[in-house]
């Protein structure tokens, strides 16, 4: 356990649903972030959080949008999503943003769009 | 964007084995860390290293860092079967709104560590 949960673990989808992706950190840190993670390619850094600012959207199509409603919680909303969006979507917390600090994931949710 | 590029892509060894898996990046970077992941799992932090710093040990693992080369080395000494798992470096990445230098992730080396 690294004191980073989320939910659901998976989740498969239709194109045309709505669905939200839930991360929750018991860690007290400052920043949250989104990653997509597919098979054999690089992880990809979707969205930072810091004191609920974001500070970076890494040109993420719209049909994924973020929410933060608090430094505890990270939303992922889910909407018209494509097959090429299956992937495990993995959220991280760290003290605060910046590469002095470690970063503490969650388990990930599975994700297949159908 | 990438920063890190892990090589080799795929690493298979026997137990008891050294495993060596390097990385290597473009740009200046303030700090490396690398990370691992078992299968469909999160990431779970190994070490961090400092631009300054040339090697950094944990247990069983030592990490150099040459700046000069750009480059990064995670040795896992006397290996084991439960260290079969993805191998990340991740590296700074400078973010032009926040002015953050967030880190960017590479690929990942696949270990297998046969019993």
């Known amino acids: 356990e690294t004191g980073v949960t989320q939910t659901p673990r998976h989740l498969v989808m239709g194109m045309t649903n709505k669905k939200s992706l839930k991360c929750e950190q018991h860690l007290g840190h400052n920043a949250m972030y989104w990653y997509k993670q597919s098979a054999k390619k690089p992880l990809e850094l979707m969205f930072v959080?810091?004191?609920?600012?974001?500070?970076e959207n890494n040109s993420v199509p719209s049909r994924f949008s973020p929410e933060c409603p608090n430094s505890s919680h990270l939303f992922l909303h889910l909407h018209t999503l494509q097959p090429e969006d299956s992937a495990l979507y993995l959220c991280?917390?760290?003290?605060?943003?910046?590469?002095?600090?470690?970063?503490?994931f969650g388990p990930g949710t599975r994700l297949t769009v159908t | 964007s990438q920063q890190g590029e892990e090589d080799p892509q795929a690493l298979s060894i026997q137990e008891g084995e050294n495993a060596t898996m390097n990385c290597s990046y473009k740009t200046s970077i303030n700090n490396l860390q690398w990370y691992r992941q078992n299968s469909g799992r999160g990431l779970v932090h190994l070490i961090l290293?400092?631009?300054?710093?040339r090697e950094k040990h944990s247990g069983r693992l030592r990490v150099t860092l040459d700046t000069s080369k750009k480059s990064s080395s995670l040795l896992i000494t006397a290996s084991r079967a439960a260290d079969t798992a993805s191998y990340f470096c991740a590296t700074d990445a400078k973010s032009e709104r926040a002015n953050n230098n967030d880190m960017r992730f590479g690929a990942g080396t696949r270990l297998t560590v046969k019993p």
């Open positions: 991280a917390s760290s003290r605060t943003t910046g590469s002095s600090y470690e970063q503490y």
């Open positions: 290293i400092r631009s300054n710093e």
């Open positions: 959080y810091n004191f609920k600012e974001q500070t």
